[in-house]
């Protein structure tokens, strides 16, 4: 199967394709550069795979939390390239690409995603026995003091910007983590081999249905609410 991932919810913009078991990818730190940048990502693996968009089989996009504007932005050009070239969709949460940057031994994986305002996005993951991650609870968006975890034996591994923003605040409330790394962020990679399986099980989407998720209605605090957090 020959499938290209998108994923923008955070400051990395990656683009990434998924040539049977052979993988091509481009990924950068770059915030507000998104726009610019995606298109020629997705050219760029293609050339390197020795494909044409013609070629594909399907599109698979990091759907958010995230960045609001990178969230619209990687659902945008999904939905647009697979309704130009007739193809199916898969649709990843993002929480879920960032957890598949953690240590992979079977323990348990808090992905954190810094989402502004004195908030964290979390989900909350656990590994199945081919190493592709089941969501242990529903995701949320929350203020760190007020996330609640299960006790797991041995700690979390935690990932993500929530971490690196709120370190301190979030062990309060899960105990020492098994590992600990902020400096990650959600990878077309683990998008495109989330969304492998699902299309294999045939759980693939028009590109109509291929919707973001946000968890959160609200970009920005009203002026009332800044000055009195």
């Keep these: 199967m020959n499938l290209l991932a998108l994923e923008t919810a955070t400051e990395s913009c990656s683009v990434a394709l998924l040539r049977g078991e052979d993988l091509f990818e481009r990924s950068e730190i770059a915030p507000r550069r998104h726009a610019e940048l995606a298109l020629p990502m997705a050219e760029a693996v293609l050339a390197d795979a020795g ?3 013609a070629d594909l089989d399907g599109i698979a996009v990091g759907r958010g939390p995230g960045s609001f504007t990178g969230v619209r932005l990687a659902v945008s050009l999904a939905q647009g390239l697979a309704l130009a070239l007739d193809l199916p969709v898969v649709t990843v949460s993002s929480l879920a690409a960032l957890a598949m940057e953690a240590p992979v031994d079977g323990g348990p994986v808090l992905a954190l995603i810094d989402a502004r305002m004195g908030e964290i996005y979390a989900g909350a993951f656990a590994r199945d026995a081919h190493g592709l991650l089941r969501a242990m609870d529903e995701e949320r968006v929350c203020a760190p003091q007020a996330l609640t975890v ?7 591994h935690v990932v993500g910007t929530g971490w690196g923003a709120y370190a301190e605040v979030l062990q309060a409330r899960i105990g020492t983590p098994r590992s ?7 990878q077309a ?13 045939g759980e693939s989407l028009v590109a109509e249905q291929a919707l973001p998720v946000y968890l959160r209605d609200k970009v920005a605090k009203t002026l009332a609410e800044r000055r009195n957090p």
Aim: proline residues 3%; positive net charge.
């Design 51 to 53: 494909l044409r968009r």
């Design 150 to 156: 299960s006790d797991i034996s041995g700690g979390w």
């Design 180 to 186: 600990a790394s902020s400096e990650r962020y959600p």
């Design 189 to 201: 990679r683990h998008v495109a081999h989330l969304a492998a399986a699902r299309f294999a099980a």
